[in-house]
């Protein structure tokens, strides 16, 4: 099982066309600022930057009132993906209130990793969960066997694959076309206070529609 891990390279400039984690959106012209359609009606915080072949993922999630807007929810409007065209990008105005940006902006580098079902102690026992080639992916990065955790704070996601232990009926239908949408990535909170979400603890999950060009954020 071959897992492209996102891991952590030091910091970026806030406005670079580069994969990263905070500093400012990069967004067409006329890209307005997305606000929370949950609860709260401020703006959303800017999470990620992830380029993806021709395009962008650009990930934005409420961070006004931790717990009162459902982060969690594809469908809460309390957070917003989206697909853009790689060409003609440019920073975003940033709303003067609010919890919109992270203090500090996480170069992404992406490291293929390949798990052999064998390292996994595997038993034939129907109850256990299978294997999943993130999670084991990002338990064994960098990891010692005299340590009992590897560098896990490191991994900060994970680029394609399939979705970690999510629920289908957790699946987020495209709000265009209805239909079913493509797992893009995980993105874990962060690896310290200047650059983590508040995910309450949970993994982020990214689908996108490319087809319709929209994009849905969920956690566990
Ligand atoms: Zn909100
Ligand atoms: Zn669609």
Redo the contacts with the bound molecule.
Sequence with gaps: MQTTLMIYDGTAPADSDVSRTGGVPLAPAGFTWPMCGCFCGGPLQFFAHLPVEDAVLSVFVCQNDPGACAVWDAASGANRVYLFPRSELQPVAVPGTGVTLLPATSAIRTHVVTVQPEDTNDHDDEDELEPDAYDLARSGWKWEPEERFGKQREVLGSLGGSPSYLEDDRLPA?P??A?TMEFAAHLEEGISWESAMNLGGQLGYVFV?R??R?GAFLTD
């Design positions: 495209c265009s076309c239909g529609c087809a319709c929209k």
